[in-house]
């Protein structure tokens, strides 16, 4: 079992920042990428950034010099750091995992709200 528990969700004003975190507990063995997805309302679930065992990290276009994503492999979590925040960024934030032959891993998201 592998459990994937988000915080850090809130209310924010446009332009302000915001962190959000996710601890990964359990059989949290080979794990190979971590990171964060959200959902649009009305829209598909979306890559936002992801980083590697490795430390490479991937972010999409829109979210690029606005966002962070970093690990603590000592505390094994994942925390993304949003600055610049706009109303368009308002969504449903997941944290994933991905475990190598074992697959992908999702949390149950956090809610960030960006007020215009």
Not at 91 to 103: F, L, M, S
Request: net charge positive; glycine share 12%.
């Amino acid at each position: 079992q592998v459990q994937l528990v988000e915080s850090g969700g809130g209310l924010v004003q446009a332009g302000g920042s915001l962190s959000l975190s996710c601890a990964a507990s359990g059989n949290i063995r080979n794990i190979n990428t971590w990171g964060w997805y959200r959902r649009v309302p009305g829209k598909q679930r979306e890559l936002v950034a992801t980083i590697t065992s490795g430390g490479s990290t991937n972010y999409a276009d829109f979210v690029k010099g606005r966002f962070i994503i970093s690990r603590d492999n000592t505390k094994n979590t994942v925390n993304l750091q949003m600055s610049s925040l706009e109303h368009a960024d308002t969504a449903v934030y997941y944290c994933y995992i991905n475990r190598q032959i074992w697959g992908a891993y999702w949390g149950q998201g956090t809610q960030v709200t960006v007020s215009s």
